[in-house]
Protein backbone atom coordinates (compact mmCIF):
# COMPACT_ATOMS: atom_id res chain seq x y z
CA UNK A 1 0.00 0.00 0.00
CA UNK A 2 1.28 3.32 -1.00
CA UNK A 3 1.57 6.35 1.69
CA UNK A 4 -0.07 9.09 0.73
CA UNK A 5 2.11 12.31 -0.06
CA UNK A 6 0.27 15.42 2.07
CA UNK A 7 2.32 18.64 0.43
CA UNK A 8 2.02 21.61 3.00
CA UNK A 9 1.70 25.17 2.15
CA UNK A 10 4.63 27.31 3.78
CA UNK A 11 3.05 29.31 6.49
CA UNK A 12 3.11 33.00 6.19
CA UNK A 13 5.30 35.52 8.26
CA UNK A 14 2.02 36.68 10.07
CA UNK A 15 0.72 33.18 10.37
CA UNK A 16 4.21 31.91 12.13
CA UNK A 17 3.92 34.90 14.31
CA UNK A 18 0.32 34.22 15.30
CA UNK A 19 0.90 30.75 16.23
CA UNK A 20 3.75 31.57 18.11
CA UNK A 21 2.28 34.25 20.28
CA UNK A 22 -1.09 31.94 20.97
CA UNK A 23 1.69 29.22 22.11
CA UNK A 24 4.03 31.22 24.39
CA UNK A 25 3.54 30.45 27.73
CA UNK A 26 4.33 33.57 30.09
CA UNK A 27 5.75 32.90 33.27
CA UNK A 28 4.77 34.46 36.18
CA UNK A 29 7.08 37.09 38.01
CA UNK A 30 7.55 38.89 41.07
CA UNK A 31 9.53 41.97 41.19
CA UNK A 32 10.15 43.29 44.78
CA UNK A 33 10.82 47.25 44.99
CA UNK A 34 11.30 49.14 47.96
CA UNK A 35 7.85 50.68 48.04
CA UNK A 36 5.66 47.77 46.31
CA UNK A 37 5.68 44.73 44.90
CA UNK A 38 5.26 43.87 41.35
CA UNK A 39 3.71 40.89 39.76
CA UNK A 40 3.61 39.98 36.31
CA UNK A 41 0.66 36.98 35.53
CA UNK A 42 0.37 34.06 33.30
CA UNK A 43 -2.30 35.84 31.70
CA UNK A 44 0.10 38.94 30.91
CA UNK A 45 -1.07 41.51 33.80
CA UNK A 46 1.50 43.46 35.79
CA UNK A 47 -0.15 44.76 39.26
CA UNK A 48 1.81 46.60 41.86
CA UNK A 49 0.84 46.01 45.45
CA UNK A 50 1.77 49.47 47.63
CA UNK A 51 2.43 49.75 51.72
CA UNK A 52 -1.36 49.72 52.56
CA UNK A 53 -1.74 46.43 50.27
CA UNK A 54 -3.81 47.76 47.57
CA UNK A 55 -3.24 46.26 44.53
CA UNK A 56 -3.41 48.18 41.44
CA UNK A 57 -3.27 47.07 37.58
CA UNK A 58 -0.67 48.80 35.31
CA UNK A 59 -0.18 46.93 32.29
CA UNK A 60 -1.79 44.05 30.19
CA UNK A 61 -0.04 41.63 27.32
CA UNK A 62 3.15 41.90 29.24
CA UNK A 63 6.03 39.10 28.49
CA UNK A 64 8.62 39.84 30.98
CA UNK A 65 9.58 41.53 34.18
CA UNK A 66 12.08 43.77 35.62
CA UNK A 67 12.16 45.44 39.29
CA UNK A 68 15.11 47.74 40.14
CA UNK A 69 14.85 49.46 43.36
CA UNK A 70 12.57 51.22 43.23
CA UNK A 71 11.13 50.95 39.50
CA UNK A 72 10.01 48.26 37.34
CA UNK A 73 10.50 47.21 33.30
CA UNK A 74 7.65 45.54 31.78
CA UNK A 75 8.38 44.34 28.06
CA UNK A 76 5.23 44.20 25.91
CA UNK A 77 4.20 41.62 23.44
CA UNK A 78 4.51 44.53 21.01
CA UNK A 79 8.28 44.38 21.79
CA UNK A 80 7.98 47.80 23.66
CA UNK A 81 9.50 48.40 27.05
CA UNK A 82 6.93 50.46 29.86
CA UNK A 83 8.43 51.23 32.97
CA UNK A 84 6.79 52.20 35.96
CA UNK A 85 8.45 53.53 39.56
CA UNK A 86 10.97 56.58 40.79
CA UNK A 87 12.58 57.88 38.35
CA UNK A 88 15.04 60.18 39.91
CA UNK A 89 17.94 59.48 37.52
CA UNK A 90 16.07 59.15 34.25
CA UNK A 91 15.78 54.94 34.61
CA UNK A 92 12.14 55.39 33.36
CA UNK A 93 13.18 57.08 30.40
CA UNK A 94 12.24 54.11 27.70
CA UNK A 95 9.48 55.57 26.08
CA UNK A 96 10.82 55.48 22.94
CA UNK A 97 12.55 51.85 23.44
CA UNK A 98 11.11 49.43 20.29
CA UNK A 99 12.16 46.26 18.92
CA UNK A 100 13.13 44.81 22.18
CA UNK A 101 13.74 41.54 23.25
CA UNK A 102 15.14 41.01 26.58
CA UNK A 103 14.89 43.88 29.18
CA UNK A 104 16.90 43.87 32.88
CA UNK A 105 16.41 46.38 35.41
CA UNK A 106 19.27 47.53 38.29
CA UNK A 107 18.74 49.64 40.96
CA UNK A 108 19.19 53.09 39.38
CA UNK A 109 19.32 51.94 35.71
CA UNK A 110 17.42 50.06 33.17
CA UNK A 111 18.97 48.35 30.30
CA UNK A 112 17.38 46.40 26.94
CA UNK A 113 18.30 43.93 23.71
CA UNK A 114 17.02 44.42 20.61
CA UNK A 115 16.14 42.27 17.49
CA UNK A 116 19.46 43.92 15.85
CA UNK A 117 21.95 43.24 19.01
CA UNK A 118 22.03 47.05 19.96
CA UNK A 119 22.21 47.68 23.85
CA UNK A 120 19.85 50.37 24.99
CA UNK A 121 20.82 52.53 28.77
CA UNK A 122 19.16 54.42 30.99
CA UNK A 123 19.86 55.29 34.27
CA UNK A 124 22.98 55.86 36.79
CA UNK A 125 25.20 52.76 37.52
CA UNK A 126 26.19 53.30 41.10
CA UNK A 127 29.26 52.22 42.59
CA UNK A 128 29.22 50.39 46.53
CA UNK A 129 29.79 53.34 47.83
CA UNK A 130 26.93 55.19 46.15
CA UNK A 131 29.00 57.85 44.22
CA UNK A 132 28.25 57.98 40.19
CA UNK A 133 30.87 56.05 38.76
CA UNK A 134 32.46 57.93 35.44
CA UNK A 135 31.00 55.59 33.00
CA UNK A 136 27.08 56.64 34.34
CA UNK A 137 25.36 56.84 30.94
CA UNK A 138 21.77 57.27 29.44
CA UNK A 139 22.92 56.12 26.04
CA UNK A 140 26.87 55.36 24.43
CA UNK A 141 28.11 58.80 24.17
CA UNK A 142 30.71 57.99 21.41
CA UNK A 143 28.31 57.05 18.94
CA UNK A 144 27.03 59.38 17.37
CA UNK A 145 24.18 58.24 15.75
CA UNK A 146 22.39 56.97 19.03
CA UNK A 147 23.57 60.55 20.38
CA UNK A 148 21.57 62.37 18.04
CA UNK A 149 18.98 60.20 17.93
CA UNK A 150 18.52 60.46 21.88
CA UNK A 151 18.21 64.44 21.18
CA UNK A 152 15.26 64.32 18.52
CA UNK A 153 13.83 62.11 21.11
CA UNK A 154 13.90 64.77 24.01
CA UNK A 155 13.15 67.44 21.22
CA UNK A 156 9.65 66.02 20.99
CA UNK A 157 8.90 67.00 24.50
CA UNK A 158 9.05 70.46 23.91
CA UNK A 159 5.88 71.28 22.54
CA UNK A 160 5.17 74.33 20.23
CA UNK A 161 2.27 76.29 21.90
CA UNK A 162 0.36 79.20 19.79
CA UNK A 163 0.81 81.85 22.95
CA UNK A 164 -2.48 84.01 22.06
CA UNK A 165 -4.51 80.99 20.86
CA UNK A 166 -5.21 77.21 21.18
CA UNK A 167 -2.11 75.80 23.69
CA UNK A 168 -1.34 72.24 22.44
CA UNK A 169 0.77 70.95 25.72
CA UNK A 170 2.51 67.61 26.43
CA UNK A 171 1.10 64.80 28.37
CA UNK A 172 2.94 61.90 30.04
CA UNK A 173 1.43 58.72 31.40
CA UNK A 174 2.85 58.55 34.88
CA UNK A 175 2.35 54.10 34.89
CA UNK A 176 3.82 53.46 31.42
CA UNK A 177 5.33 56.88 30.39
CA UNK A 178 4.13 57.06 26.81
CA UNK A 179 3.61 60.76 25.48
CA UNK A 180 0.71 62.63 24.06
CA UNK A 181 0.68 66.05 22.12
CA UNK A 182 -3.34 67.01 22.84
CA UNK A 183 -5.22 70.32 23.75
CA UNK A 184 -6.49 68.40 26.32
CA UNK A 185 -5.39 64.94 28.46
CA UNK A 186 -6.57 61.99 27.12
CA UNK A 187 -9.30 59.57 28.88
CA UNK A 188 -6.98 56.78 28.87
CA UNK A 189 -3.43 55.80 27.89
CA UNK A 190 -3.47 53.62 24.69
CA UNK A 191 -0.58 51.53 25.40
CA UNK A 192 -1.09 50.89 29.05
CA UNK A 193 -5.40 51.83 28.98
CA UNK A 194 -4.23 53.68 32.56
CA UNK A 195 -6.87 55.99 32.95
CA UNK A 196 -6.56 59.99 32.28
CA UNK A 197 -6.28 60.60 35.96
CA UNK A 198 -2.97 59.00 35.51
CA UNK A 199 -1.49 62.06 32.86
CA UNK A 200 0.65 64.67 34.06
CA UNK A 201 1.19 68.03 32.20
CA UNK A 202 4.25 68.82 30.90
CA UNK A 203 3.06 72.20 29.47
CA UNK A 204 0.83 74.23 31.15
CA UNK A 205 1.27 78.29 33.24
CA UNK A 206 1.75 76.14 36.31
CA UNK A 207 4.62 74.53 35.59
CA UNK A 208 6.61 76.67 32.77
CA UNK A 209 10.02 75.05 33.25
CA UNK A 210 11.68 71.52 33.81
CA UNK A 211 13.98 71.16 36.03
CA UNK A 212 16.47 68.45 35.96
CA UNK A 213 18.98 67.92 39.98
CA UNK A 214 22.08 66.61 39.37
CA UNK A 215 25.30 66.00 41.00
CA UNK A 216 27.80 68.13 39.59
CA UNK A 217 27.77 71.38 41.03
CA UNK A 218 27.24 73.21 37.10
CA UNK A 219 23.78 74.69 35.49
CA UNK A 220 22.77 74.31 31.91
CA UNK A 221 19.72 76.45 31.02
CA UNK A 222 17.73 76.51 27.83
CA UNK A 223 16.07 79.82 27.99
CA UNK A 224 14.60 80.15 24.47
CA UNK A 225 13.60 75.88 24.33
CA UNK A 226 10.29 76.95 23.15
CA UNK A 227 8.69 79.95 21.42
CA UNK A 228 8.67 83.25 23.27
CA UNK A 229 7.55 86.74 23.35
CA UNK A 230 9.40 89.78 22.59
CA UNK A 231 7.93 93.37 22.03
CA UNK A 232 4.48 91.86 21.48
CA UNK A 233 5.96 89.57 18.84
CA UNK A 234 6.14 85.70 18.95
CA UNK A 235 9.67 84.89 18.45
CA UNK A 236 10.87 81.18 17.43
CA UNK A 237 12.58 79.07 19.76
CA UNK A 238 16.33 77.82 20.05
CA UNK A 239 15.84 74.52 18.52
CA UNK A 240 17.43 71.27 19.99
CA UNK A 241 18.84 73.92 23.35
CA UNK A 242 16.09 71.80 25.42
CA UNK A 243 16.65 68.39 24.32
CA UNK A 244 20.77 69.20 24.60
CA UNK A 245 20.36 70.20 28.34
CA UNK A 246 18.68 67.24 29.09
CA UNK A 247 20.89 64.93 27.39
CA UNK A 248 23.60 67.04 29.40
CA UNK A 249 21.97 65.95 32.78
CA UNK A 250 21.30 62.18 31.65
CA UNK A 251 24.74 61.54 30.72
CA UNK A 252 27.07 64.17 32.86
CA UNK A 253 25.08 64.46 35.89
CA UNK A 254 25.26 68.38 35.88
CA UNK A 255 21.76 70.45 36.38
CA UNK A 256 19.65 71.82 34.20
CA UNK A 257 16.94 74.08 33.87
CA UNK A 258 14.61 74.65 30.60
CA UNK A 259 11.44 76.31 29.85
CA UNK A 260 8.53 74.31 28.00
CA UNK A 261 5.98 76.35 28.38
CA UNK A 262 5.83 80.11 26.85
CA UNK A 263 4.02 82.17 28.75
CA UNK A 264 3.88 85.25 26.74
CA UNK A 265 7.10 86.58 28.00
CA UNK A 266 11.26 86.92 27.37
CA UNK A 267 13.01 85.30 29.44
CA UNK A 268 15.82 88.07 28.88
CA UNK A 269 13.95 90.98 29.24
CA UNK A 270 13.14 92.91 32.89
CA UNK A 271 9.85 92.60 31.96
CA UNK A 272 9.85 89.07 32.27
CA UNK A 273 6.78 88.04 33.77
CA UNK A 274 7.93 84.50 34.47
CA UNK A 275 10.50 85.51 36.31
CA UNK A 276 12.79 82.86 34.96
CA UNK A 277 15.94 84.83 36.05
CA UNK A 278 14.72 84.81 39.69
CA UNK A 279 14.31 81.22 39.66
CA UNK A 280 17.46 80.45 38.03
CA UNK A 281 19.03 82.79 40.92
CA UNK A 282 17.04 80.88 43.79
CA UNK A 283 18.12 77.39 42.15
CA UNK A 284 21.88 78.01 42.64
CA UNK A 285 21.52 79.84 45.98
CA UNK A 286 19.74 76.87 47.35
CA UNK A 287 21.64 73.86 45.30
CA UNK A 288 25.25 75.41 45.77
CA UNK A 289 25.88 75.47 41.82
CA UNK A 290 29.70 76.89 41.22
CA UNK A 291 28.77 77.47 37.23
CA UNK A 292 25.90 78.98 34.89
CA UNK A 293 26.26 77.90 31.15
CA UNK A 294 22.95 79.63 29.12
CA UNK A 295 22.85 77.68 25.65
CA UNK A 296 20.84 79.25 22.77
CA UNK A 297 21.09 78.75 18.85
CA UNK A 298 22.17 81.65 16.35
CA UNK A 299 21.68 82.40 12.79
CA UNK A 300 25.54 82.14 11.29
CA UNK A 301 25.63 80.43 7.87
CA UNK A 302 28.47 78.02 8.88
CA UNK A 303 28.94 75.49 11.75
CA UNK A 304 30.35 77.56 14.95
CA UNK A 305 30.31 77.85 18.90
CA UNK A 306 30.33 81.50 19.98
CA UNK A 307 31.09 82.13 23.64
CA UNK A 308 29.88 85.19 25.65
CA UNK A 309 31.49 86.40 28.87
CA UNK A 310 30.74 89.98 28.45
CA UNK A 311 34.76 90.73 27.88
CA UNK A 312 35.77 88.39 30.78
CA UNK A 313 33.57 90.67 33.47
CA UNK A 314 31.36 87.67 33.98
CA UNK A 315 34.26 85.60 34.74
CA UNK A 316 35.72 88.58 36.96
CA UNK A 317 38.97 88.12 34.02
CA UNK A 318 39.76 84.74 34.81
CA UNK A 319 39.94 82.76 31.41
CA UNK A 320 41.58 79.02 32.64
CA UNK A 321 37.91 77.38 31.98
CA UNK A 322 37.34 79.73 28.78
CA UNK A 323 40.90 78.67 27.69
CA UNK A 324 40.20 74.83 28.28
CA UNK A 325 36.75 75.04 27.01
CA UNK A 326 38.05 76.40 23.34
CA UNK A 327 40.92 74.41 23.09
CA UNK A 328 38.80 70.96 22.89
CA UNK A 329 36.24 73.17 20.99
CA UNK A 330 38.45 74.49 18.43
CA UNK A 331 39.95 70.87 17.40
CA UNK A 332 35.66 70.22 16.30
CA UNK A 333 34.86 73.52 14.42
CA UNK A 334 35.57 77.16 14.55
CA UNK A 335 35.52 78.94 18.31
CA UNK A 336 34.75 82.21 18.68
CA UNK A 337 34.84 84.38 22.44
CA UNK A 338 33.37 87.73 22.45
CA UNK A 339 33.55 88.03 19.05
CA UNK A 340 30.76 90.84 19.55
CA UNK A 341 28.70 92.32 22.37
CA UNK A 342 26.43 89.41 22.62
CA UNK A 343 24.93 90.26 25.89
CA UNK A 344 22.78 92.99 27.61
CA UNK A 345 22.37 94.12 30.79
CA UNK A 346 19.20 92.28 30.95
CA UNK A 347 20.53 89.26 29.24
CA UNK A 348 20.74 86.09 32.31
CA UNK A 349 24.14 86.06 32.28
CA UNK A 350 25.11 88.95 33.21
CA UNK A 351 21.60 89.36 36.18
CA UNK A 352 23.09 85.98 37.72
CA UNK A 353 26.51 87.13 37.57
CA UNK A 354 25.69 90.28 39.11
CA UNK A 355 22.81 88.83 41.80
CA UNK A 356 25.15 85.23 42.38
CA UNK A 357 28.76 86.21 41.92
CA UNK A 358 28.65 83.28 39.59
CA UNK A 359 30.94 82.47 36.79
CA UNK A 360 28.79 82.70 33.62
CA UNK A 361 29.04 81.68 30.04
CA UNK A 362 26.42 82.21 27.22
CA UNK A 363 27.33 79.92 25.08
CA UNK A 364 25.20 79.81 21.01
CA UNK A 365 25.60 77.09 18.45
CA UNK A 366 24.82 78.19 15.29
CA UNK A 367 22.30 76.64 13.04
CA UNK A 368 24.26 74.54 10.48
CA UNK A 369 25.56 72.57 13.83
CA UNK A 370 21.52 71.30 13.57
CA UNK A 371 21.91 69.86 10.63
CA UNK A 372 25.05 67.94 11.11
CA UNK A 373 24.75 65.04 13.87
CA UNK A 374 28.45 64.25 13.87
CA UNK A 375 29.88 67.76 14.74
CA UNK A 376 27.03 68.85 17.02
CA UNK A 377 26.75 65.53 18.65
CA UNK A 378 31.18 65.82 19.66
CA UNK A 379 30.39 69.32 20.29
CA UNK A 380 27.49 68.13 23.22
CA UNK A 381 29.92 65.75 24.63
CA UNK A 382 32.97 67.76 24.37
CA UNK A 383 31.03 70.64 26.64
CA UNK A 384 29.53 67.85 28.92
CA UNK A 385 33.15 66.05 29.38
CA UNK A 386 35.22 69.53 29.71
CA UNK A 387 32.39 71.00 33.09
CA UNK A 388 32.45 67.25 34.33
CA UNK A 389 36.19 67.03 34.52
CA UNK A 390 36.12 70.49 36.00
CA UNK A 391 33.78 70.23 38.37
CA UNK A 392 33.31 66.70 39.53
CA UNK A 393 34.64 64.69 42.69
CA UNK A 394 34.94 67.74 45.03
CA UNK A 395 32.85 70.17 46.41
CA UNK A 396 33.79 73.70 45.33
CA UNK A 397 32.93 76.59 46.81
CA UNK A 398 31.35 79.45 44.61
CA UNK A 399 34.21 81.97 44.68
CA UNK A 400 36.78 79.42 44.19
CA UNK A 401 35.36 77.85 41.27
CA UNK A 402 36.65 80.31 38.58
Not at 215 to 228: G, K, M, Q
Request: net charge positive; proline share 3%; charged share 20%.
Amino acid sequence: MKKKIVCLTPLTADEIKSFITKNTTIVPEIGICRSFIAVLHSDGRVTITDAAKKETELFNNVIQLSSGADHILCLGSDKRVYSYGDNSFHQCDVSNWNHVIKIKASNYCSAALTENNKTLFAGTFESNTGSVQKKSIHTDTENTTAVFDLIKGLNTRYVVDDCNGKVINEYVCSACGSSYKETKPPQMCSHCRAPGQKFISYGSKNQNTRIIKGRIPVLFSAPYSVRYLRNGETKASDAYTGAIVEYLCQCYHVHGITRIFNNNDDPNSSKDVGNYRKMLENYIDTHNICVLVDLYTNSNDYPSVEIFTNNGKNLNMKYDMVKELTSHLAKICPVSVDKKNGIGRNMICNYIHRKNNLPCYKIELSQPLLGNPEILCRIINELGKTFQNRYSGRLIEKDESY
